[in-house]
């Protein structure tokens, strides 16, 4: 195993650092995390990861491997980012998200309190190709919404609570009920995110 399995920036709060650049193999690569970083309690981030500056979680977060975060991220508490996503900058993951592998997350995307995305369209059923959703930049996405596997967010959509999204969601659209609709973005949405 390599000797190290975390390189950090400057100014780093890392309340538990033997759980960050957690070694969960052999031939694990260091994870990089860019300056300012605050990590509390509990969180636990694997090898193989590369996040950018002002990176922050709750307590209680999971972070797996060959995940990529961009710069300005929170990671609520007890979210789960379930390794080999892309995650872009200036994004919000509130509490009890949870992100499956072979996800991409835009930049200035909101995801609400347990947001659910899922990537396997036949669970336990038969052999599938894992494909999580694609949230576009400025998309915002409410509690306790659930992403069907491969559906596309568009650009500045807004995801309802409680909303399941079946099908993709077009850019500048407002998705709401079981299954989601999809109804033009009103006036008082139409504004774009902006968490940077």
Excluded: W
Excluded at 47 to 61: E, L, P, Q, Y
Excluded at 122 to 148: K, Y
């Amino acid at each position: 195993m390599a000797e190290t399995y975390l390189d950090l920036g400057a100014d780093p709060t890392i309340e538990q650092p033997e759980l960050v650049g957690y070694p969960y193999s052999e031939d694990a690569e260091p994870t990089v995390i860019g300056d300012r970083a605050h990590v509390r309690r509990g969180t636990i981030v694997y090898a193989d990861c590369a996040i950018g500056d002002d990176f922050t979680t709750g307590h209680d977060a999971l972070v797996r491997e060959n995940t990529i975060v961009g710069d300005d991220v929170l990671v609520g508490t007890k979210t789960v980012i379930d390794g080999t996503t892309e995650i872009g900058s200036h994004v919000s993951l509130q509490t009890g998200v949870y992100v499956p592998t072979h996800t991409t997350i835009g930049d200035n995307v909101f995801v609400g309190p347990r947001a659910v995305f899922t990537n396997d369209p036949f669970p336990v059923r038969r052999d599938a190709d894992l494909v999580g959703p694609t949230v576009e930049d400025g998309a915002s996405i409410g509690a306790n919404a659930t992403l069907l596997p491969g559906v596309n967010v568009g650009e500045n959509a807004f995801v309802a609570a409680g909303a399941v999204i079946t099908r993709d969601v077009p850019p500048d659209t407002l998705a709401v009920g079981v299954p989601a609709v999809h109804r033009p973005l009103p006036e008082t949405l139409s504004e774009r995110n902006t968490l940077a």
